[in-house]
C-alpha cells in the first residue's frame, strides 16, 4: 500500500472513533472544564474538528504563521453541530489526499508565530501530527466525559461503559 493510500485509510477510521465521541458531547456541557488551565469541552472539541482539515493545509500551503494569520476559535451553541463540522474538515483533508502524489509528501511546512518557529517538518509528517494531534484530544475529551459521567463509546474496542461485552 502507498504512502497516501495509508493516510487515507488511516483518516477515514480514526474518523469514526471522533464521530462516536463527538456523538457522546452533552450540550450542556460545552462550557464546562476541568480545570482553569484546561479547554472548555466546546473549545476541545471544535478543535478536534478543525484537525482534519490541517491536512488540507498543509499540502496546499508552505506554513501557517500565527502571527499574520489570526485564529478564531469556531464556538457552537449545540452539541449536534460537532458532526458537521468534523464531516465538512474530513470531507477537505480527505480530497486533498485524493489528489496528492506521493512527492507532495516530502516538502518541508513551518508552524510559526512570526520570527519564532515552532517547527518544521515534512508536510507528511504534518499529516501525521494532524492525526495524532487528533488521537491526543479525543482521549482528553474521554477524560472530561468520564469525569462529567458520561458513558464513554468503544475506540479500538470495547469501551468500560459498553454493556454488550
Request: aromatic residues 6%.
Amino acid at each position: 500500500m502507498k504512502i497516501i493510500e495509508s493516510l487515507i485509510k488511516e483518516m477515514k477510521e480514526e474518523a469514526e472513533t471522533t464521530r462516536k465521541m463527538l456523538s457522546a458531547v452533552p450540550t450542556d456541557k460545552l462550557d464546562w472544564r476541568p480545570h482553569p488551565k484546561s479547554m472548555t469541552i466546546m473549545q476541545l472539541t471544535t478543535h478536534i474538528t478543525e484537525l482534519p482539515g490541517w491536512v488540507a493545509m498543509a499540502l496546499k500551503t508552505e506554513e501557517l504563521d500565527f502571527a499574520g494569520m489570526p485564529y478564531t476559535p469556531t464556538t457552537i451553541a449545540d452539541s449536534k453541530e460537532l458532526l458537521p463540522l468534523l464531516g465538512k474538515n474530513l470531507a477537505a483533508g480527505l480530497e486533498a489526499l485524493a489528489h496528492a502524489k506521493e512527492e507532495d509528501l516530502l516538502p518541508n511546512w513551518t508552524l510559526r508565530t512570526g520570527e519564532h518557529i515552532h517547527s518544521i517538518r515534512t508536510k507528511g509528517e504534518v499529516i501525521r501530527m494532524a492525526f495524532s494531534q487528533t488521537v491526543h484530544h479525543r482521549a482528553q475529551l474521554g477524560v472530561f466525559l468520564r469525569l462529567l459521567d458520561v458513558p464513554i463509546p468503544g475506540s479500538y474496542g470495547p469501551s468500560a461503559d459498553d454493556t454488550k461485552f
